[in-house]
């Protein structure tokens, strides 16, 4: 080989090897004994910066000192893929960036109608006997309230009712002879006998007629002591009834609960008093306007969501019982990191986005996503505000990587 060719090789080796020990943040040659820090970063996120030594707040790993000449940290050389911009424009990559924003938040839920438990009575009598007369005969019948629904022969109230004609008499009686004194122990008496058929359940009007008219009513009649829709029935003509049987369950149906499924993820921004709004398929064009009124302890554990209830008052009686309808759950805004959703890979055990480093360097980012509002994800960890990030193309780039992965070596 000449002399000339020789010097020539040695010199690019030179040359190469001082642009590779540049390129790594050390100098080729000791400029001086002493050199002076600058600052200090984190390997693993270079744009973490801090004028002291010490270890990363997010990642725990050393700071590394930083002095005039030398370049930052590259994380591309480790994990990061790297594509030119024409492979990028071929497999269509985008971009944006995850800003802190203000979201109003609504959550999404099916729900269905039911009925407002506050707003359920049970029909009840107090005494044992047999239905004579049926006036509430159909479930689903709308009663007012003191309309009459059926009437009981009861031969205990018979009783007491004679037991009351009785203390009448002999109360009417001692008056017309004056006789003061025996006229207070026959009122004591009229009283308690008015007061046994009072626990019985019998209207104050219906014991004045038997008192007026001096007989006995044999048929009580049962009324209703609120206004309702019939749900159940079971009052049939001479059916055997006891204090335990239920009669009839009227409903009110002037206001309504709405149960709402909420997913788990969701879950936690659900309150009490929050706003919430109900559309219904068959009513297209019509809102209904409610407040979360309580949220069930439990998870479902079938569907694994949480109930929340939601108030409504029901105009018109348009919101039937069991329905299915489509809630919103107006949580109240934030300002949190957000990023689009299309920018999140999630395989199931992890979370990953691309964040573009500069020079073609997408580096696969593990994150930790939170809620989903409007076609952005609450980024929980693992980016910064401003970060320019892949929305487009990323599954592309993580086969790319888990290539890359595979044959220890950079993608290109």
């Not at 990363?56 to 370049?71: E, I």
């Not at 940290?73 to 944006?96: F, M, T």
């Not at 049970?122 to 009663?143: C, H, M, N, P, S």
């Not at 002591?225 to 009227?250: C, K, M, W």
């Amino acid at each position: 080989m000449k002399p000339t060719l020789v010097v020539l090789v040695a010199g690019i080796a030179f040359l190469g090897g001082l642009g590779y020990e540049r390129w790594r943040g050390k100098p080729a040659a000791p400029e001086s004994a002493e050199r002076k820090v600058l600052y200090w970063v984190d390997p693993m996120h270079p744009w973490y910066k801090s004028d002291k030594p010490g270890i990363a707040p997010d990642c725990g790993m050393t700071l590394v000192p930083m002095h005039a000449g030398d370049q930052l940290p590259n994380r591309a050389a480790a994990d990061a893929v790297q594509v030119s911009p024409e492979k990028q424009q071929l497999i269509g990559v985008e971009y944006g960036t995850a800003e802190y924003e203000a979201a109003a938040d609504t959550i999404h839920a099916a729900a269905r109608v039911t009925l407002d438990e506050t707003k359920i009575v049970k029909v009840q009598t107090r005494l044992e006997g047999w239905i004579g007369r049926v006036f509430a005969d159909f479930t689903g019948k709308y009663v007012k309230k003191g309309d009459a629904l059926a009437t009981v022969y009861s031969p205990d109230a018979l009783a007491t009712e004679e037991e009351y004609l009785l203390a009448l008499r002999a109360q009417r009686t001692m008056h017309d002879e004056a006789m003061p004194a025996m006229a207070a122990g026959n009122d004591n008496l009229v009283a308690a006998a008015r007061k046994r058929l009072e626990l019985w359940d019998i209207s104050g009007q219906q014991i004045d007629e038997v008192g007026r008219t001096g007989k006995p009513i044999e048929n009580l009649t049962v009324y209703a002591p609120a206004a309702g829709y019939i749900s159940e029935r079971n009052a049939f003509p001479n059916q055997h009834v006891t204090p335990d049987t239920v009669l009839y369950t009227l409903a009110d149906l002037s206001t309504v609960w709405v149960v709402a499924d909420v997913f788990e993820y969701e879950a936690a921004g659900v309150r009490v008093g929050q706003a919430a709004t109900l559309t219904l398929d068959y009513l297209p064009g019509r809102t209904f306007h409610g407040t979360v009124s309580y949220i069930l302890p439990g998870v479902d554990p079938a569907s694994r969501t949480l109930k929340a209830r939601i108030a409504f008052d029901n105009p018109g009686e348009q919101l039937k019982p069991d329905q299915y309808g489509q809630v919103e759950i107006h949580t109240g805004g934030a300002r949190r990191l957000m990023a689009p959703e299309s920018a999140v890979l999630d395989s199931g055990d992890r979370q990953v986005v691309y964040v573009d480093l500069g020079n073609g360097n997408l580096e696969p980012r593990p994150v930790r996503a939170g809620q989903h509002v409007g076609g952005r994800v609450e980024i929980l960890d693992g980016l910064k505000a401003g970060e320019r990030i892949v929305t487009s193309g990323n599954f592309l780039l993580d086969s790319e990587s888990q290539l890359k992965a595979a044959q220890g070596g950079p993608a290109k």
